[in-house]
């Protein structure tokens, strides 16, 4: 079990209607937005598989998490993610503490929406670009599809 980061990096235009649904559902709606989910979610697999031309993924890990939460997480009407709030309403000691518990799967990032918790993360382009072409496959030199750890690199030179 482990906890996928999602990061949509082609764009709107010409997404066939069921990859665009699939991407809907997962709250990809706009390029360079990323989300968190568990692996262990029914179904993610093959929304996963279907968006793979359109996003990357891989599993998250702990200091990424943190670095995610505190400088990208955000509330409604885009205030910030602070200590104070995870303290308040979720009863936890901070965002390290947070992120254990996102890891393990006790809390699901995307139902915090009741709390006023924005589901999804957007990110800046990656600095120094894209190491490959988004067009490709992570395996055959590109960006789009499975990456395994490696999502760690992208997401830090996207926050």
Same mark, same amino acid.
């Given at each position: 079990?482990?906890?996928?980061?999602?990061?949509?990096?082609?764009?709107?235009?010409?997404?066939?209607?069921?990859?665009?649904?699939?991407?809907?559902?997962?709250?990809?709606?706009?390029?360079?937005?990323?989300?968190?989910?568990?692996?262990?979610?029914? !179904?993610?697999?093959?929304?996963?598989?279907?968006?793979?031309?359109?996003?990357?993924?891989?599993?998250?890990?702990?200091?990424?998490?943190? @670095?995610?939460?505190?400088?990208?997480?955000?509330?409604?009407?885009?205030?910030?993610?602070?200590?104070?709030?995870?303290? @308040?309403?979720?009863?936890?000691?901070?965002?390290?503490?947070?992120?254990?518990?996102?890891?393990?799967?006790?809390?699901?990032?995307?139902?915090? @929406?009741?709390?006023?918790?924005?589901?999804?993360?957007?990110?800046?382009?990656?600095? !120094? !670009?894209?190491?490959?072409?988004?067009?490709?496959?992570?395996?055959?030199?590109?960006?789009?599809?499975?990456? !395994?750890?490696?999502?760690?690199?992208?997401?830090?030179?996207?926050?």
């Amino acid at each position: 079990m482990a906890l996928y980061a999602i990061v949509r990096v082609r764009g709107t235009v010409d997404v066939p209607p069921d990859v665009e649904h699939a991407l809907n559902i997962l709250r990809l709606r706009r390029r360079f937005a990323a989300v968190v989910y568990h692996s262990s979610l029914p !179904g993610i697999r093959g929304m996963l598989e279907s968006i793979a031309s359109w996003a990357t993924w891989g599993e998250v890990d702990r200091e990424t998490l943190v @670095e995610l939460l505190r400088r990208r997480g955000r509330l409604a009407g885009g205030k910030p993610l602070t200590e104070s709030w995870v303290r @308040e309403k979720l009863g936890l000691n901070g965002f390290e503490e947070f992120a254990g518990k996102l890891l393990s799967g006790d809390i699901h990032y995307h139902k915090l @929406e009741s709390l006023g918790v924005k589901p999804f993360f957007r990110l800046h382009p990656p600095k !120094g !670009g894209f190491k490959g072409s988004t067009r490709k496959a992570y395996s055959q030199g590109g960006e789009l599809g499975y990456r !395994g750890s490696n999502i760690n690199e992208l997401l830090k030179s996207m926050i």
